[in-house]
């Protein structure tokens, strides 16, 4: 009984600073995620991110495309032209697409 008294006190020790220090454990901060506009395509066409994370487009393709999200055009990006870059920060899963050439699509996953 003696021993199993000496074993919990690391334990209760541990517990006991995080109460009184206040330890917290914060989430991971956000992240930039970069989708590359080039050859009439979204690259990556599908990406995974965090809620708040920052997605950077890039439009490296010689003509203007934009980039709207599909359900109900919640946002749109303005006209990128070639070398033209627009950030957004990721809320929820969406599928999105350009509005100029509607057979670009692409998805945002937000885990």
């Known amino acids: ?39 009439m395509r979204f690259n990556p066409d599908t990406l995974v991110v965090s809620k708040g994370d920052t997605i950077v487009f890039v439009n490296k393709d010689l003509v203007t495309h934009d980039v709207t999200e ?13 070398g033209d ?4 920060v990721a809320l929820k899963t969406t599928d999105y697409f350009c509005s100029y050439h509607p057979v670009m699509k692409g998805k945002i996953e937000v885990k």
Do not use: D
Not at 13 to 37: D, N, R
Not at 70 to 82: C, D, H, Q
């Open 1 to 39: 009984m003696k021993n199993l008294k000496l074993g919990l006190l690391p334990t209760s020790l541990y517990f006991l600073c995080l109460f009184l220090f206040g330890a917290t454990f914060s989430p991971a901060p956000p992240k930039v995620h970069t989708v590359e506009i080039s050859q």
């Open 70 to 82: 599909v359900s109900g055009k919640s946002w749109k990006s303005p006209a990128l032209t070639s």
């Open 85 to 88: 870059t627009w950030r957004m």
